[in-house]
């Protein structure tokens, strides 16, 4: 869920014959669908729907038990090579 009231629905659901509960895919009692996965619908009415419980359906957001990564030092791009490459030999063009 997100901050604008709306919720992803992450499965496919299906209205009831008379369209005042939705159920799963497969139910017996399912006649016309109602979401499918990625599909962003209200809260409100994925709540009344019984899509969701009337609760906050939020995700636990996972603790950060390990230290952060470092990162390594970069090498410096700007000292390359000792050799100047300016006084080799080119191949001509003839060739």
């Known amino acids: 869920m997100d901050e604008s009231g709306t919720v992803i629905i992450d499965r496919h659901l299906y209205l009831t014959e008379d369209r005042t509960r939705v159920v799963e895919e497969g ?3 399912s006649r016309w669908l109602w979401a499918s996965p990625g599909t962003q619908v209200s809260r409100a009415e994925a709540v009344r729907l019984g ?3 009337g609760e906050a359906e939020q995700a636990p957001t996972p603790e950060r038990t ?3 990564k470092q990162r390594s030092p970069r090498s ?3 000292r390359g ?3 100047d490459k300016s006084s ?3 191949p001509s063009a003839g060739q």
């Open 88 to 90: 080799g030999s080119q």
């Open 27 to 29: 139910d017996p009692a």
């Open 51 to 53: 899509a969701i419980s």
């Open 66 to 68: 390990e230290a952060p």
């Open 81 to 83: 090579a000792t050799e």
């Open 76 to 78: 410096n791009k700007s």
